[in-house]
């Protein structure tokens, strides 16, 4: 298995999505890196699927939408996207936003970095 290369964020927000194989479904998203997100639904795509994903982040208070995900795994209900097609302007509020969480969770105490960081800061940028 490959290490993982790039940080994650814990978030809470709702998604929905569909396949090019015509499964539509609803879930959470769990976490976020810049390349992607982890999600969890009762009904997961395949390994390989092409998805097009709208989630909402209330941390952020943002809507993204991803016009071209590739699952890349699957494990029970979780499953994880890399976004391969998504608008400038979203790309850039979302790799801002995930960056200005992770330098948050970076600087806060060891205690406190198991927990979602608010975004009040990112969000004044956005």
């Given at each position: 298995m490959k290490g993982r290369y790039s940080q994650r964020v814990?978030?809470?927000?709702?998604?929905?999505?569909?396949?090019a194989a015509g499964l539509n479904g609803k879930g959470h998203v769990l976490d976020l890196t810049v390349p992607g997100?982890?999600?969890?639904?009762?009904?997961?795509?395949?390994?390989?699927?092409?998805?097009l994903l709208n989630f909402f982040i209330p941390e952020f208070g943002a809507h993204f939408y991803v016009s071209m995900g590739v699952v890349r795994w699957v494990n029970g209900r979780r499953f994880g996207v890399e976004f391969i097609?998504?608008?400038?302007?979203?790309?850039?509020?979302y790799?801002?936003?995930?960056?200005?969480?992770l330098?948050?969770?970076?600087s806060a105490p060891k205690h406190?970095?198991?927990r979602t960081v608010p975004l009040n800061a990112a969000r004044k940028s956005i």
């Amino acid at each position: 298995m490959k290490g993982r290369y790039s940080q994650r964020v814990s978030v809470k927000g709702a998604v929905t999505f569909s396949s090019a194989a015509g499964l539509n479904g609803k879930g959470h998203v769990l976490d976020l890196t810049v390349p992607g997100c982890m999600i969890e639904s009762t009904l997961p795509p395949r390994k390989g699927d092409s998805v097009l994903l709208n989630f909402f982040i209330p941390e952020f208070g943002a809507h993204f939408y991803v016009s071209m995900g590739v699952v890349r795994w699957v494990n029970g209900r979780r499953f994880g996207v890399e976004f391969i097609g998504m608008e400038q302007n979203d790309r850039l509020r979302y790799n801002a936003c995930v960056t200005e969480c992770l330098r948050q969770k970076n600087s806060a105490p060891k205690h406190s970095r198991n927990r979602t960081v608010p975004l009040n800061a990112a969000r004044k940028s956005i």
